[in-house]
């Protein structure tokens, strides 16, 4: 057997064996025959965590937790629909391997137990390991990467804080997931967060005392239910098609920011075929050449209003072709002139009032971005009901087939954001333009990544019963040393909330100055990565907290590429049947790895 642990030309270092990383080793072992041929090449894999799962899909996390994507849509494997030019790899998706194992119930009809979903990623991780041929050497390293010494010299190596010897390894890819970062706690109080629910984190809550909340997305379903259920209250229905209560509920907690996100898209809705027409004009980097954007779409440098313009048209789609009754026109002669007036909202709203008579069945995005905007009532008591109204039509239209119009849009968000996915990725959005629209359109954000159904349920019976206040739109927390409290109020609502607790239930946006991820903080402070800056609105540039990162590669504190360092974001999990980015880009980065080992020596 070749010693490949002390020859880094012939090995790369995968950091992070979540799903993304996981989902790469397996690309690389699908290219590797083609590309490598049986040349030996060691791969190594370095996490705390098991690898598959990773730290957010542990399989040992409370069963309470849910994924809010539905199972029988994401899938691991990348099937033939996946237009790459690695060999495909198909298998089943979680809904259906959960299915044929028998074990893992799917929970409000779709839901997976962020455990069960870990044992699928555990499973898919098995898989290719036993699969792999014989000159690939797979290291796996529980253990957590702290330094890269020798960075980029042909003595590179990874060293780990398990005290073993570092890892030499002439390729680094960087698939650390969404990464926590340090935060102050003002002298006398308890602050918890950001970053995703923490059981542990969460024993420091007492049970009864009064908790403020900032952020009211996944990470606040997941900490509202381990505080409720987690704490032995139960959920029951009181009668068919009312909200049920959790009882007992025990803490207090204090929701202070707008709304949660929408559901997620019920897997019956039907995407419009047009949309595959605005993902073909973004420019594709892969080996597989993308057909040329067909007449008439454009992305612009701007991309948030044509990406509403997708969205309104997956709205009306489902609209003409499953609700035809609503409409007083066919879909075709609709269509036709809707695209006309692109340009002309004026008329494009006399078009839609024309063939669509009732004005609730219009695309009002605003309905679903700021639910509030109609709402003046500084009356605390007054919000409360309006926000839970506002969670019951969420629920309503969610769960009910005449409103599968919405459930179109919320998948359709799924497709733009793959799209503006592939623009960024290729260079092709300024990096302000970027921020705003992923950060709308895409990975958990805006409206596609809000909880299932019967969370909302469970959140509007927890705010019927007193447990849950909502504070308003705006809210801001200050903390207030001197009385030790922390106080949040919204600029539209008559009232103040205080608590000595503050319980920050949101992931952290990237803060790279303030990563707690000992591996980055040790390559910034050594001039390895840096900072991605945009301007601000005096042009000058200014740190966005995001990984400068050109073609995939970071870039040093000079400006300069590592091109062995591949950056591999987190990203939602891809959806079987489609030509999932998630996918491709993976596959480029496996045969980018691969071909680089080729190019070099073979191991002595
Ligand atoms: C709580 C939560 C729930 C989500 N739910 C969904 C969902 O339902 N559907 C969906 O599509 N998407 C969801 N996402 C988004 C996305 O699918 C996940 O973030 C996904 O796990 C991303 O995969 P990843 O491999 O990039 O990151 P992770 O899963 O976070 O894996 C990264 C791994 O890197 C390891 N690591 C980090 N730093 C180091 C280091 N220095 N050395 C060694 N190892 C390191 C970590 O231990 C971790 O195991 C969710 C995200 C979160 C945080």
Known sequence: MKQDRGDPSAAVCVIGAGPRGTSILERIAANAPEILGDREFAIHLVDPFPPGSGRTWRTSQSELLWMNSAAEQVTMFPGSSVRCAGPAYPGPTTGAWLAETGRDPLHDGHYASRPAQGRYL?????????????????????ATAVDVRHAGTDRQCVVLDSGRGAVPAAQLVLAQGHTDVVTDTPRGLTRIGPGRADEDGLDRIPTGAPVVVRGLGLVFVDCLLLLTEGRGGRFRARAARRPPPLSPVRPRARAVRGFPSRCPALPQARVHPELALSAAASPHPGDVPRPAAPPGVRLRPRPVAPALQELSWAYYHELFTAHPGRTRMDWASFAAQYERFADDDDRAAKLV???????????????????LAGHHSPD???????????????????????????????????????VLGDLYHAGELPPAAAAVALRRFSVGAFLSSGPPPLRMEQLIALSEAGVVTFTGPGTTVTADEDAALFRAASPHVRATYTARILLDARLPEPDLARTADPLLRRLLAAGHISEETAPDATGSPRPTGALR????????????????????????????????????????????????????????
Not at 395 to 411: F, K, L, Q, W, Y
Not at 550 to 570: C, F, I, K, N
């Open 380 to 418: 605390p008591l007054a919000l409360q009901r309006r926000v839970r109204a506002h969670l019951r039509d969420s629920v309503r239209r969610r769960r009910e087939p005449r409103h599968s119009a919405h459930v179109a849009v919320i998948r359709a968000l799924g497709a733009v954001g793959g």
């Open 353 to 371: 009032r024309a063939a669509v008579p009732d004005p609730d069945d219009h695309f009002a995005p605003e309905r679903l971005t700021a639910p």
């Open 122 to 142: 555990q499973e898919f991780f098995h898989g290719v390991r036993t699969h792999m041929a014989p000159n690939l050497r797979l290291h796996l390293h529980r």
């Open 549 to 604: 990162v050109r073609d995939g590669h970071p870039l040093d504190a000079a400006g300069h590429a590592h091109d062995s360092w591949y950056v591999a974001g987190p990203e939602q999990f891809p959806h079987a049947g489609t030509d999932a980015g998630f996918f491709r880009r993976n596959d480029e980065i496996a045969r980018a790895v691969l071909r680089r080992a080729a190019d070099r020596p073979a191991a002595a």
